[in-house]
Nanobody, 122 residues
Framework: QVQLVESGGGLVQPGGSLRLSCVGS????????VGWYRQAPGGQRDLVAS???????DYQYSVKGRFTISRDNARNTVYLQMNRLKPEDTNVYYC????????????????WGQGTQVTVSS
């Protein structure tokens, strides 16, 4: 059974930084594609960043150049470094694995963590 635990969210001013962490059990991140998603209240859950087993990263256009996804294999942990944060980055952030890729795009796995709230506000 896949279990995912996110942490690292909080309140930050515009232009600030946060690093989110996701610890996985029941799955080996280095053998799978892992993704970070975010969801605003009443909105859909959108993929923000993904990292393949071969460490190929892909980002949503709105976060390219500001967010970086990375992985620590020894800790089976995935990170999302978020820099130059904007108010529109305010969301609950979730990690997900395994994320699969088809001709129709990325598809999340069935297991989700509890999410971590990121609030960007002055």
């Amino acid at each position: 059974q896949v279990q995912l635990v996110e942490s690292g969210g909080g309140l930050v001013q515009p232009g600030g930084s946060l690093r989110l962490s996701c610890v996985g059990s029941g799955i080996i991140f280095s053998n799978n594609r892992v993704g970070w998603y975010r969801q605003a209240p009443g909105g859909q859950r959108d993929l923000v960043a993904s990292l393949s087993s071969t460490e190929i990263a892909d980002y949503q256009y709105s976060v390219k150049g500001r967010f970086t996804i990375s992985r620590d294999n020894a800790r089976n942990t995935v990170y999302l470094q978020m820099n130059r944060l904007k108010p529109e980055d305010t969301n609950v952030y979730y990690c997900n694995a395994p994320v699969t890729l088809s001709a129709r795009g990325y598809h999340p796995g069935n297991s989700w963590g509890q999410g971590t709230q990121v609030t960007v506000s002055s």
